[in-house]
């Protein structure tokens, strides 16, 4: 299909997920879904063509070809009767019951009043490009989300919680570990001080910071990024190194080949302090090509360059040592969510509760809130020290960007940021 | 494999308790940037069916119905909790099918949005990306009662995205649109250009309180954050007493503009949901209905055919009993604000009688516009909020939240700011 530097490519896909609604203790809704679709895409001279055909196999690869045609304006394929083979009455999750016993049996000990979303996940894909290029690549992931009622010093607590990881075989070990942390007594939340603040991101959650403020502004396609007039640029201290791997499988937003069939190459988004370089799709490649950031939301989706898993180097402080950098400030292990606006620069990072920290160590509970700043004065306040030991952080699971969702991760030791406004919940 | 085929699968695991949906769609995208254009074309088949066996709902999708029938078997096999099955409605009404081909835009629309974003903003602001789509869909909807319904949909919505810049700082805004009629390109320039270059001003809100008024945009997006008020089974304890506007004002929905049937095959109807101030009504699907024993309002949503209905607003709206023409609205403000545009998301919390809003506006005094507010914030008690609306004009607008959702300019006495 392909010729010269165009770009021409067939993506298929099957997606199967089972989702299982959990109120406490008891199963209320099943849902599982089994979607396949055939997309392909032609590019040149800054025009794309893109058509989406449900279904698989020859029939649908056959449709999508013909209508791409159809939209580029070339001769229309002759149509003749394909060769349509039923489906294979494949079993879908056949760990479904296990994984049902397992969740039974946490949620009964740590979490009994809930009400919570399991869901796994298989998305297969296969890309036939040009030039005879054709990968595939399959992902299980593993989520769950929702709230349950912890009985804390206080009384009962309702909390947030969000589990999501590549299926493995430690996966139902490390979400009872997680489940029974987050189920733990705490104090009754105060709310937190409002205004300037300085901040420990603990527990990895400041892959998320460094997700908005580093991660969007530096996918190829943001082109209001204030980062693409500073190359190079010192931007922090020297001691800070930020990646983008999306070779780490261990990770949510892990994958061998990306889904325009390339393989991904980790990308240094920061390095010594030093703004790094761009996250690229096959389009926005340029001569020196994608880095292997072409994601697709879903089966009807063109691939757009995005962000995959974010890795911050540790350094060598324990947490003493943070603690007593800070000083007297917030120490913040959860954030539900984040955004950035690219143009202006501001960002928001939205955290569950925190510790209020007095005088180096760690004081009374403090409630939800909202963490802002500007990401340029945000970088330029991290502090030049970083906690020895890089943790996966897997609270963080999906990344919206003008509706479309693709699942990312990330890993980071404690970071210190000095100057962040806060303000608490309403 | 055909409906006939996966309605018989249905029927043996489930007699009397299911139900397929069928749903073909196609659309056509353009989207345009700088220097760049994508044309997109979609042909979407989905399959969704909801069946009840030993408990509880299991609910299968797929994107054939060959593909449905395993779907259908894994989700039979998990063991469930007891939840009745709904009264399943019944109506035959015979497939209308129309082939008229989608619409193309107009290929001139975003160089006239450019313009019209250039004389809203005084050249501060440009229009950097727009994708407009135009599709439509055929529903079909079977069950066990006998129902067998089948209904057509179209839609022209999209994606403008606009960029201003005042010396060094930029600020960026998105707008998703719904045109149910000819495109407004105009009212969506302003939308964008005011999102987009008031925050630019740098000047903090004037005042700590007073009166404020609420752009359609901004009211709509207050009412579409109230929707758990109506789609719960236990109103917050402060509604107990029903008051939730003063007595001039109601709140409604009715699709029936959109739409002759609810994604559980129900009619829809207009459903009165707040009558002179007080809570009169709920959005129920057959599942809330069979719960309250009422009948099913046809709010039966279905966002997708990936996904169960639910209990959801369809064409949301306010309507005020003496609305005055907007032009009537400023001048009764003596010092207040202008909300012209979010600049995050609504935070509501009506469990805990908690909102906080964030806007860019403009100030006012003594009826008239005395600078722009690059940023303020009101927050407090949601309760009090909606009691104090005192005024609303006849500029009645609807925005996709993604629900169509309408609100006319609003006048709130004794608002807090920060």
């Known amino acids: 299909m392909g010729r010269g530097t165009e770009i021409a490519e067939v993506f298929g896909e099957d997606l199967g997920e089972l989702a299982l609604d959990w109120v406490d203790g008891e199963v209320r809704e099943v849902r599982v879904r089994r979607e396949e679709g055939v997309a392909a895409r032609r590019r040149a001279e800054g025009e794309e063509r893109f058509v989406f055909v449900s279904g698989s196999g020859e029939p649908a690869v056959r449709e999508a070809i013909r209508a791409l045609r159809a939209e580029s304006g070339g001769e229309p394929l002759p149509i003749r009767a394909s060769r349509t083979a039923d489906p294979e009455a494949d079993a879908l999750f056949p760990e479904a019951d296990r994984w049902t016993r397992r969740l039974m049996g946490a949620l009964a000990r740590y979490a009994p009043r809930h009400a919570l979303t399991f869901r796994i996940r298989e998305t297969r894909r296969r890309v036939i490009g040009d030039g005879r290029r054709s990968a595939s690549s399959v992902r299980r992931l593993v989520s769950l989300e929702g709230r349950f009622t912890a009985a804390s010093r206080a009384g009962d607590e309702r909390r947030p919680f969000a589990f999501h990881a590549p299926d493995s075989d430690a996966v139902a070990d490390e979400l009872k570990t997680r489940l029974a942390a987050a189920a733990a007594p705490r104090d009754r939340p105060v709310p937190p001080p409002a205004g300037p603040t300085d901040v420990i991101l603990a527990a990895g959650c400041a892959a998320i910071f460094f997700h908005e403020v580093l991660g969007h502004p530096l996918e190829a396609d943001a082109d209001t990024s204030p980062y693409r007039n500073l190359p190079d640029a010192r931007l922090s201290v020297h001691d800070l190194d930020v990646r983008d791997d999306p070779r780490r499988l261990d990770l949510f937003g892990g994958y061998e080949t990306d889904d325009e069939g390339t393989a991904p190459r980790a990308v240094r988004l920061v390095l010594s302090g030093r703004l790094g370089s761009r996250l690229t799709d096959r389009t926005h490649g340029g001569a020196v090509g994608s880095t292997g950031h072409g994601r697709r939301a879903g089966p009807a989706d063109a ?53 209020r920290v007095r005088r180096g160590g760690l004081a009374d509970e403090v ?29 963080f699971g999906w990344c919206a960007r003008d509706g479309h969702l693709v699942p990312v991760g990330g890993a980071a030791p404690d970071v210190l940021l000095r100057r962040l406004t806060v303000r608490p919940d309403a | 494999m055909n409906a006939e085929d996966v309605a018989g699968e249905l029927a043996r695991r ?29 042909r979407e088949e989905g399959w969704a069916a909801r069946w009840w066996r030993e408990g509880g709902p299991r609910f299968a999708a797929a994107s054939s119905a060959a593909r449905l029938v395993p779907a259908i078997q894994t989700a039979d096999t998990t063991a469930m909790s007891d939840t009745p099955a709904p009264e399943w409605p019944s109506r035959n009404v015979p497939a209308r099918a129309a082939e008229d081909p989608l619409p193309e835009p107009a290929t001139e629309l975003f160089a006239d949005l450019s313009r019209a974003i250039a004389a809203a903003s005084r050249a501060e602001a440009s229009l950097a990306s727009l994708a407009v789509r135009s599709g439509r ?17 179209r839609l022209v919505d999209g994606l403008a995205r606009c960029v201003a810049r005042r010396g060094a700082r930029a600020r960026e805004t998105r707008i998703p649109f719904r045109w149910d009629a000819a495109p407004d390109l105009d009212a969506l320039a302003r939308r964008l250009a005011d999102a987009a270059t008031l925050p630019l001003s740098d000047r903090p809100a004037p005042i700590s309180s007073g009166q404020w008024l609420l752009d359609p945009a901004v009211g709509a997006a207050l009412l579409s954050s109230l929707t758990p008020l109506f789609v719960t089974d236990r109103p ?62 046809g709010h039966g949503v279905r966002p997708s055919y990936r996904l169960p209905p639910r209990a959801a607003p369809r064409r949301l709206f306010f309507e005020a009993a003496d609305a005055v023409a907007p032009s009537e609205l400023l001048p009764s403000v ?57 005024r609303a004009s006849t500029d009645l607008q609807f925005f996709p939240m993604p629900y169509p959702c ?11 700011f920060d």
């Open chain 2, 236 to 297: 917050p304890r402060w509604l107990v007493r029903g008051a939730l506007l003063p007595p001039a004002f109601a709140i409604v929905d009715d699709a029936s503009r959109d739409a002759a049937y609810d994604g559980e095959g129900v009619p829809t109807r207009r459903t009165v949901l707040v009558e002179d101030g007080a809570v009169a009504g709920r959005l129920l699907d057959l599942m809330g209905a069979r719960r309250t024993g009422h009948r099913s309002t």
């Open chain 2, 334 to 390: 003596t010092r207040g604000l202008f909300a012209a545009a979010l600049t995050a998301p609504p935070r509501v919390d009506v469990d805990a009688d908690r909102y906080e809003i964030e806007f860019t506006g403009i100030s006012i005094a003594a009826g008239r516009a005395t600078g722009p507010v690059a940023g303020a914030r009101s927050s407090g008690r949601l309760s009090e909020l909606l009691r104090r609306i005192r």
């Open chain 1, 367 to 395: 409630g939800g809130g909202v963490l802002a700043g500007e990401m340029l004065a945000s970088l330029s306040a991290v502090e030049p020290a970083f906690g020895r030991e890089q943790r996966v952080h897997r609270s």
């Open chain 1, 303 to 355: 691939p757009r360059p995005r962000g995959s898993n974010v890795l911050v180097a540790p350094g060598s402080a324990d947490t003493e040592e943070m603690l007593r950098r800070l000083g007297n400030g917030l120490w913040i292990e959860e954030l539900s969510g984040g955004s950035v606006e690219i143009a202006s620069g501001g960002f928001r990072l939205r955290f569950p509760r925190a510790r």
């Open chain 2, 137 to 153: 869909a055929s529903e079909r909807l079977v069950n066990a009662a006998g129902l067998d319904v089948s209904q057509e949909l």
């Open chain 2, 406 to 416: 309408g609100s006319p300019t609003l006048l709130i006495e004794r608002a807090s």
């Open chain 2, 14 to 42: 489930a007699p009397g308790q299911w139900e397929l949906y069928r749903k073909t769609a196609e659309s056509r995208e353009w989207e345009t940037a700088a220097g760049a254009t994508r044309v997109s074309w979609n």
